[in-house]
């Protein structure tokens, strides 16, 4: 990086900081929109504009979403499912990432005859849209006896995860030298001694981006959430989805944004913590360049 | 013993192997199946013949569907990539701040539409968002009322769409810019090749392989694309934006009409196959090595 | 002890206060009641969980069903009998024949109603109407000409949101007020394609059209209430809307007659929309007796009143005292009882009373086309026909 | 009773044959050295013999024992990998012992045997660190001990220099030359660099395209190469190789070079031979001789040489280079540092005769 | 007028000074080789010639004009990479023209010289294909011929060989020599490799973290080190540096190293020096000769060695290598291939005296 094409007339780079600038504000509208209308009271959402910062803050709708809002007949706010979604997210990504890296491991270092072509097979599943899984998945979940259960759930992201997991150390593994295999073999260790020994030390950063997109996508999902979900098991993104839905006389906006907000709450703090190793660990587990 | 030894690997496979098997390959042969049946409400599984396709081609419905797909598809690809590719070349330039930047642009990918549909509902209302700010800065003629035109709301969701997708095809840029050989551009710089054009010549097409992973991004976002539809229009105004996904699940489960929505999501299956299998293909071609 | 798992989309407004009553009788009765709230999209995604629950052989006890769509049911996976209870509490003789026949599958009693919506209501801002010296219209013509009144004075004619069911709603009002019970009974009830492709279905279209012009340039995607607001707000003068819009009047301290005024749309009739739980096939005493009480208490004269005093419509049972009712209300009890005995008590479509889901859906598709393009009348309505041909 | 005997060796992957019938077979004590060009199988062989690559026919015997089918921790082998391929995770230390862990061996002896290769191979100040803190050489060495510590009968080594620079690998090569002295192993070693090849081995395979070419020692291989590959393969500058007519007279034997611009050069070899009209003369760079002050030279016959044009010196501190065209090919010259020889400027060269080799110009095998 | 002139030329990273003072002048027609360990200097102190990294002081001259801060294309330069840095996409012609294209050279005077610089390396055939379909030294010389048409006053190549394998790395070598005197052009050239520095140069610079430790032509360089780095750096095997003592009689000096298990070697210098007690002894391999044989050979005084117990002994076609042990260090001996001498034998050896370099052991500077 010592090096670049760079750019170096100062008229250009203004223009480029302000591009630059410009765009920042495009993607960070949405954001804005939703914190500030989460700070302000109802009186002023409905005098003021859309755009404007809260001319007096209140913390009331955070509390309110978080802890008593509405939803059917309950209102106990977003907690309980939020713990819902956290009970869900944590092992569904946990599995999902195990098996992906022995399965990625496998892909990479031990193969076989129609390995690629199963490989092939796993990848064309990241595909799918979940639309058409969603009632022969129900039927398979009945038959399993966990539908309706935080365990149904969980199996049902794991299926569905293998895919980006396993391309994800697939071409982390690739990447390391066959050579290493070959040491540990002539040491005398065998297929898991020589995962558990060598490769998961190795594997933080495609660790890193598993964990990332597994929990972004399981966290963010609704479908599977509002399908295979029970009374007791409905993650945060349900509830979220029944108390914008839910309106008691007047649509309580600011509520609603901090509702919002607390529910993406964990993504995006992941995000803006590891996104510069989600960004880095991508590039080498799975975009060649 | 030995057995087992030399056959750990395909043992740790077969777990997964059995659920993709069923999974994803029983599940389409499933869809498949209902397909050609007359399901209504709930799976029945006598055959019917391929009536609901006939039906699916007959739907005007189907065509606006598929007529948007190609639509927002198209668009929401093109500038994506454009955009992505634009905001990875300014950020090449060392620029200050470059960590933050990149997180704001990043950070729409870790949302649900679910989430920031409403935030978006209202900065496209034309009585609430942009339009109603604009003029109340006094620019009384200033019109964005995309959302609730029917000919223009497919473009409210490309929109949506980029803001959600582009960060992500910039930091696939950014990283494929990244590795680009230094030695190449110091090359191109003593052969006085101008900047413009040590990018547009030089490293741009050796990027190729990134823009086939991120047009495959892109596609597979654009066929699922769902939430957004959902959140934001809901198909609306009339059914001006329905997309695929959103009337398979339309037929499935507003309408009753389960064989329809197989029929329909067969369809997307096949154009997902078109597009996936020839990646597939090189994905995992054996690589000659530079 | 008796249980109940209640799965329902009655998130919004008065709903879910409503629903608070049941259950809080539920629970004084010795019950225990498992909320499970699926919101959005006007049921869909409740209609998505219930069928997953039903594929993983797991259906909720009672389920929030209505019209054709509970027969539906009872072909595909069989409802729960409710018979013994029904006849115990002599359901066959406090309800409208019309109603009954929705709450039964091959003469068994599988559903329990919980009230009658009026769809066919048009509600008017009277500080407005006032100023502009307007009465509420009796005919199509008169509500055009009130429309182009308001029009040219800068007001709003017509609040509208946006969503394909509103437009559906309009849709079978200007049916009705058009082409009367019959032609209504014909053209969305018993699906005739000579019906469908009449004279009369164009006017329909036409006035469709014309209500288009009506309506304000924001309308796409609003909801209902937000349009109810308008009118409130004194933004719109006019919303075709089923009662519990009336229910967000309330909400906000308007009163019928003075702050609002209520109409049954133009040309008259009664489309109903009945809200109903149906009971799936489910093992276990407690869960079968959740399933008895339930529908004891949902027809009980009490909560009859309460839930609908709360959310704007009236109770199913015609035996109830309507005395805390509004007017609003009690014009409606009224036109019902007529409608009973004159036919013209008559499903409404757009609320999924009518017909199926497929066919109702096919032409909620050509209206909503319709009236969100610049489509003539005669080209809707030959894909009006077509749509509900290939729907059958 | 030899440590190694591979006996008809053959190795494919699907329908691409690797390996065609290799045979060998090596005394304990020896150091083979597998040498020829990228991609002729060299590696391939070494994994064959590590039980690391399933054979599609013949033996492999270590020891006496038949290991074909025994899984590599039971073949009693230690290999050393081009890359190292240390484990990136573990200590110095856990690299050397994590083969004594898997096998069980008890802490104590680990720690011995650890101290005593440490000790060896001079790397006790190492231990701690992880293979991401070492260079190169350190690297090299820390392989070295992970193999040394098994105390196997046969020691793998896949070229373990050639990722060093030049300076690096010239004094690791030395060190790899003590040990085996010091240990008297067994060692079987790939390389694609004939130099290596040459000072390392007692035993030298040379291979292409999967085929042995020669084996011998390394005198035999440099002195007499068993064909043009060989003798091109092996030694820098390369052999050098000149078309050439040959003339018999009675009990000796005329050689006609082309030359570039004059008459060709005629060479006599006093020994009477058989040789085709047509022929390739091979003569190393060395063998080339300023023919002025070194015709007393033993083996410099008279009439070996004769005047060139030379056209590039190149001085490379002990010696000077210098190249001319016979037969219309560039021909090396090695001569002394101190040499007067003057780029394009004709100069007197003789070649040593009783080093030449004869190669047939058609299969290129070794006629004399 | 020098072709290139570097004048107290500074470079820093912020805080962290890579080039010292450096002070470089060559003529017209020069090679310039800058050789030196990884991480010296010698690629950072070509960019800044080249013009791709800003100095922080003193000033570069080119052709006489003052090309401090003026950008690369404007130098007058070409340069060659050590990854080659060709544009991958591009064929092998456009790579050579681009340039051309870009400063708006007519499409016939691009096909002419696209035509003669390939001629000239003898890529005609491949102008068609893309770089990754060729071999490491067909893209070796695509670079050059992107370098060629250029026409520059002064070439720069960084590392050009380093990334081809040995073989290719000697024969292209050869070929930059012939390019370097049939242009007759004015070349910097980088390297770490000392005899590519030794063949090619008419000119060395030797650097270690970023000061120049010596400048002169090979012979210089390779007889008169200026101190024990360079002494060590260039050639190979390395220089011998063996510790020894000095006691000056007279208008003799004698040197006693110590040896191992036996009374120190006695080497009597038959010229008088100024020597401090303590020296470090600099003799190269090939001036360590059989003592037997060689008596006779110039400047091999008597008295400059004796039989001492070789360890290792390296046979290495051309050469054998015999390593021993003197004043605590390995000593290596370049011997004839013919030599007798034995492993783990007394062998006597005899130091070229006249050939000798002695260095401080304090500040490691020559000292004769
Ligand atoms: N798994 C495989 N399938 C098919 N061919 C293979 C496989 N592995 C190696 N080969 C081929 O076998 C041949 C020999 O490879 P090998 O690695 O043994 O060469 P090598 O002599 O070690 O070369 P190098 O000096 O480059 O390491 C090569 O042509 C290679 O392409
Ligand atoms: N952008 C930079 N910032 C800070 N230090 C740098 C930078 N670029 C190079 N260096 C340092 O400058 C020193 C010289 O680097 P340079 O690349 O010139 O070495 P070199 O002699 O070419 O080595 P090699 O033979 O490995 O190519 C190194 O220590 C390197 O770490
Ligand atoms: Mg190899
Ligand atoms: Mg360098």
Known sequence: MTSKAVTSNTMLRWGLYAVLILFALFYLMPLFVMLTTSLKSLEEIRTGS????????????????????????????????????????????AISTIVGALNGYVFAQWRFRGANLFFAAILFGCFIPFQVVLLPMAQMLGLMGIAGTIPGLIFVHVIYGIGFTTLFFRNYYVTIPQELVRAAKVDGAGFFRIFFAIFLPLSLPIITVSVIWQFTQIWNDFLFGVSFSGPGSQPVTVALNNIVNSTTGVK?????????????????????????????????????? | MEWLERNVPKLVLAPSFVAILVFVYGFIAWTAWISLTRSRLMPRYEFEGIGQYERLFAAPRWDVAMDNLFIFGGLFIVISMVIGLMLAIFLDQRIRAEGVLRTVYLYPMALSLIVTGTAWKWILNPGLGIQATVRSWGFENFTFDWLIRPEMAIYTIVLAAVWQASGFVMALFLAGLRSVDTEIIRAAQVDGIPTHRIYSAIIIPTMAPI???????????????FDLVIALTNGGPGYATDLPATYMYAMAFSRGDLGQAAASAMVMMMVIFAIVVPYLYSELRPRHDK | EPQAEVLHWWTSGGEARSVAVLQEQFAAEGGSWTDMPVAGGGGDAAMTALRARVLSGNAPTAVQLKGPAIQEWYEETGLADIGPVAEENGWEAVLPARIAEH?????????????????????????????????????????????????????????????????ATVFETVVLGLGGPEFYQQALVDLDPQALNSDTMRQVFDQMRVIRGYVDDNFSGRDWNLATAMVMNGEAAFQIMGDWAKGEFLAADKQPGVDFVCAQTPGGGFL????????????????????????????????????????????????????????CARQSAEAMNAGAENGSLLPSYAHGMALRGAPAGAITDVVTAHFNSDMTSDEAVEQLANAVATAM | ????????????????????????????????????????????????????????????????????????????????????????????????????????????????????VARQLQIEPLLARKPGQLSGGQRQRVAMGRALVRDPKLFLFDEPLSNLDAKLRVSMRTEIKKLHQDLNASIVYVTHDQIEAMTLATKIVVMKGGVIQQIGTPAEIYNRPANMFVADFMGSPAMNLIPAQVRSEGDQTRIEIAREGAAPLVITDPVARQLPAEIVL???????????????????????????????????????????????????????????????????????????????PENGERLN
């Open chain 4, 282 to 360: 091979g003569v190393r760079p060395e063998d080339i001789h300023e023919a002025t002050g070194s015709a007393h030279l033993p083996g410099l016959a008279q009439g070996a040489g004769g005047e060139v044009m030379i056209e590039i010196v190149e001085p490379a501190g002990a010696d000077t280079f210098a190249v001319t065209h016979l037969g219309g090919k560039p021909v090396t010259a090695r001569l002394r540092a101190e040499s007067a020889v003057r780029a394009r400027a004709m100069f007197p060269l003789a070649f040593d005769l009783s080093k030449v080799s004869y190669f047939s």
């Open chain 4, 1 to 116: 009773m030899p440590i190694l005997e591979i006996d008809h060796l053959q190795k494919a992957y699907g329908d691409t044959h690797i390996l065609h019938d290799i045979n060998i077979s090596i005394e304990p004590g020896d150091f083979l050295v597998l040498v020829g060009p990228s991609g002729c199988g060299k590696s391939t062989l070494l994994n064959c013999i590590a039980g690391l690559e399933p054979i599609t026919g013949g033996t492999i015997r270590i020891g006496g024992r038949d290991v074909t089918g025994v899984s590599p921790k039971d073949r009693d082998i230690a290999m050393v990998f081009q890359s190292y391929a240390l484990y990136p995770t573990m200590s110095v230390a856990r690299n050397i012992t994590f083969g004594m862990q898997v096998r069980g061996v008890d802490k104590a002896t680990q720690a011995a045997k650890l101290a005593e």
């Open chain 2, 211 to 225: 823009f086939l992973s991120a047009f495959i991004v892109l596609a597979h976002l654009a066929i699922k694309a």
């Open chain 3, 272 to 327: 109903y929309n009945v809200d109903s739980f149906a009971f799936f096939n489910v093992d276990g005493d407690d869960r079968q007796q959740g399933q008895a009480l339930l529908a004891r208490l949902i027809m009980g004269e009490d909560f009859q009143k309460t839930f609908n005093l709360n959310k704007g419509s009236i109770p199913a049972r015609t035996d109830v005292a309507l005395d805390e009712f509004d007017d």
């Open chain 3, 103 to 167: 709450m039964q599958c091959e003469g068994q009693w599988c559903a329990a109603p919980v009230n009658v919506h009026r769809v066919n209501w048009i509600w008017g801002n009277k500080q407005i109407l006032d100023e502009h010296g307007i009465a509420m219209p009796t005919t199509w013509e008169e509500f055009n000409a009130a429309a182009e009144t308001l029009k040219a004075a800068g007001v709003t004619p017509l609040a509208h949101g946006g969503q394909s069911w509103q437009d």
């Open chain 1, 50 to 93: 859309l755009l404007s910062l809260p001319r007096e803050l209140t913390f009331a709708p955070w509390a309110e979403a978080w802890s008593s809002a509405c939803a059917g007949t309950q209102c106990q706010g977003l907690r309980p499912f939020f713990w819902n979604s956290v009970l869900m997210a944590v092992p569904a990504v």
């Open chain 1, 252 to 289: 309580a906006y600011n509520v609603d944004m901090a509702a919002a907000i607390i529910a993406a709450a964990p993504t995006l703090l992941v995000y803006v913590i590891a996104g510069k190793y989600f960004i880095r660990g991508l590039t080498a587990g799975s975009v060649k360049g």
